[in-house]
């Protein structure tokens, strides 16, 4: 049974560019959450999918953006990159909607380095 | 004022040691607490959730305190192989799970 999985692993943006990151999220799990985690700090709340739509946000601006698809996978895209975005981004999912009681899975995390 | 607090660390204890994590959150309505470990370079993992009545696993003891609206999670007997950072993860609300920054544990032989 495979867990949430995410891809690239590493990248390595330019300030200025946009990025898209992916998430299949662990089979039977129907909701996805972002998170961004710098370095030597907790992750912090991006926002969640569910039933492809955002249903919650954290305090991140409008260049943060994102999308579910039918296949619960989804797409976490930053537009015009700033050296502040480079982070470990991670995607976790649940079974469903906010309820974590059953298990919020993490996958491995983007690395995104912006120069 | 922060979401969820921490303790700042980093605790640097020696094998066999009992260490104790504070943790503190603003939301009074937060439902769902947790614990959860994050080894350097890796995602994170639950470590155990956090009841109302407390509840022990092993050498590991969580304590929920919703009166104060703190957590604690007490490990016993450390072990080299858990040196990590111990996040304190709240359900701030039906869909918005909140971290705080993390407490970095160091156990020294």
């Known amino acids: 049974d495979a867990g949430v999985t995410q891809s690239p692993t590493h990248l390595i943006k330019t300030r200025g560019q946009q990025v898209t990151l992916r998430c299949s999220p662990k089979s039977g799990h129907d909701t996805v959450s972002w998170y961004q985690q710098a370095l030597g700090q907790g992750p912090q709340f991006i926002f969640q999918y569910y039933e492809e739509e955002e249903r919650q946000r954290g305090n991140f601006p409008d260049r943060f953006s994102g999308h579910q698809f039918p296949n619960y996978s989804s797409e976490l895209n930053v537009n015009a990159l700033l050296l502040g975005d480079s982070a470990l981004y991670l995607c976790a999912s649940s079974p469903r909607q906010g309820n974590i009681r059953y298990g919020y899975t993490f996958g491995s995390g983007t690395r995104l380095t912006v120069v | ?109």
């Open chain 2, 1 to 109: 004022r922060k979401e969820v607090e921490q303790d700042p660390g980093p605790f640097n204890v020696p094998e066999g040691a009992t260490v104790a994590f504070n943790c503190t959150y603003s939301n009074s309505a937060s439902q769902s607490f947790f614990w959860y470990r994050q080894d350097c370079r890796k995602e994170p993992k639950l470590l155990m959730s956090v009841y109302s009545s407390g509840n022990e696993d092993g050498r590991f003891t969580a304590q929920l305190n919703r009166a104060s609206q703190y957590i604690s999670l007490l490990i016993r007997d450390s072990k080299l192989s858990d040196s990590a950072t111990y996040l304190c993860v709240v359900d701030h609300s039906y869909d918005k799970v909140i971290f705080g920054p993390g407490t970095s544990l160091s156990v020294i032989p």
